[in-house]
């Protein structure tokens, strides 16, 4: 499953940036919706994430600075950032798990997009 994922770029510290990733509208089914990043010195973790009835998760650096929301209608997930530091800085994936209009169970990751934080 392809994802579509933008929003990223160069922002300031203390900047806002909004993402989005968009899943085919074809899926028959779409349960965990998230989004991750890695840089160069660490493994890619977890940002946050949203399940099918919108219950969230997030880690802890990030808490009250970004929001994870999805569009069911649209199986779009966005991931808005606020406040942001150059510790934010890395490239952002998004992940998508759900099933197909085949029914077969999917876990598709998006191009990832560049956030940068910096003055």
């Known amino acids: 499953v392809q994802l579509q994922a933008s929003g990223g770029g160069l922002v300031q510290p203390g900047g806002s940036l909004r993402l989005s990733c968009a899943a085919p509208r074809s899926i028959f089914r779409i349960n965990v919706m998230g989004w991750y990043r890695q840089d160069p010195e660490n493994q890619r973790e977890l940002v946050a994430s949203i399940g099918r009835g919108g219950s969230t998760d997030y880690q802890d650096s990030v808490k009250g600075r970004f929001t994870i929301s999805r569009d069911n209608a649209k199986n779009t997930v966005y991931l808005q950032m606020n406040n942001l530091k150059p510790e934010d800085t890395a490239v952002y994936y998004c992940?998508?798990?759900?099933?197909?209009?085949?029914?077969?169970?999917?876990?598709?990751w998006g191009r990832g997009t560049l956030v940068t934080v910096s003055s």
């Open positions: 992940n998508v798990k759900g099933m197909t209009a085949t029914l077969n169970n999917f876990d598709s």
